[in-house]
């Protein structure tokens, strides 16, 4: 597949018994497509293994490759490695689904439709397996940036001698 996804969309009628694998390229597009501004750019690849038994059908998804986002602190561009694996359950009709189960990711759909879009879950997966803090390794950021963190961190007053709140000891005399 040469162009990258925009929606990832797994057929459900005609699916074989035993399942079969679909398999979708995904670039910055695909985020942006969600409105999403911190992830720059990306290249993944998604692979969803359906397998239908009845009125239920389980898809395990996988996606690897990475995404580019700003470093929180030196604001370069920082990739971070993709490495998901994750489980959608999709039930078809008036499928009740137990929520004291241990299934975290079920979605009930209607029974005539030919096909599921997953985007949405593949895009929360992805967003959801990055970090808190996106930094680069320890000395690997921009070394201007930081050292105009630095200096602009208040070190500025304690190289003059200057402390905030050196004048309230006068107040204390008087």
Avoid: W
């Amino acid at each position: 597949m040469d162009e990258k996804a925009q929606n990832i969309i797994i057929p459900v009628k005609g699916l074989p018994k035993e399942g079969h694998t679909f398999t979708f390229e995904i670039g910055g597009e695909f985020f942006q497509a969600f409105g999403n501004t911190q992830i720059k750019d990306a290249d993944c690849t998604v692979k969803a293994n359906a397998l239908r038994r009845g009125t239920i059908m389980s898809v395990l998804c996988r996606a690897a490759g990475f995404v580019v986002v700003e470093c929180d602190r030196c604001l370069d561009d920082l990739a971070l490695k993709v490495d998901m694996e994750r489980e959608l359950t999709v039930g078809f009709g008036s499928v009740d689904v137990d929520e004291s189960s241990d299934e975290e990711d079920v979605v009930v759909v209607d029974e005539n439709e030919g096909e599921i879009d997953i985007s949405q879950f593949v895009y929360d997966y992805i967003c959801l397996s990055l970090p808190i803090m996106k930094v680069h390794p320890e000395g690997k950021c921009n070394p201007d940036m930081i050292s105009r963190l630095s200096t602009s961190a208040g070190n500025e007053g304690e190289e003059k001698g200057e402390r905030p709140f050196s004048g309230l000891k006068d107040l204390l005399k008087k």
